[in-house]
């Protein structure tokens, strides 16, 4: 199973990224797809999930920012990210989940200058 993120970057506060999160080795479809982040020195957050029917979930701080997606036909998922702050900056995580398994990507790198 591989999840690989990609998108991340450097970008000023107020700008937007679109991170994503291709899969291979699973059936897509039937997972429960997230991001999670992690700054220096703290934990690792949820930021959003989609489920297999596509009922989504938002941590709170991103609501009304953040938008996640999927694409079963491409077993990809994506997280458009609106209106950054330099608090968003953090190692961002693609994870999928069925039951007792789990799996995570490598992470990507978001960056926002104040």
């Known amino acids: 199973v591989q999840l690989v993120e990609s998108g991340g970057g450097l970008v000023q506060a107020g700008g937007s990224l679109r991170l994503s999160c291709a899969a291979s080795g699973v059936i897509f479809s039937i997972y429960t797809m997230g991001w999670y982040r992690q700054a220096p020195g703290k934990q690792r957050e949820l930021v959003a999930a989609i489920t297999s029917g596509s009922s989504t979930n938002y941590a709170d701080s991103m609501k009304g920012r953040f938008i996640i997606s999927r694409d079963n036909a491409k077993g990809t998922v994506y997280l458009q990210m609106n209106s950054l702050k330099p608090e968003d900056t953090a190692v961002y995580y693609c994870?999928?989940?069925?039951?007792?398994?789990?799996?995570w990507g490598q992470g990507t790198q978001v960056t926002v200058s104040s």
């Open positions: 994870n999928g989940r069925r039951y007792e398994r789990n799996y």
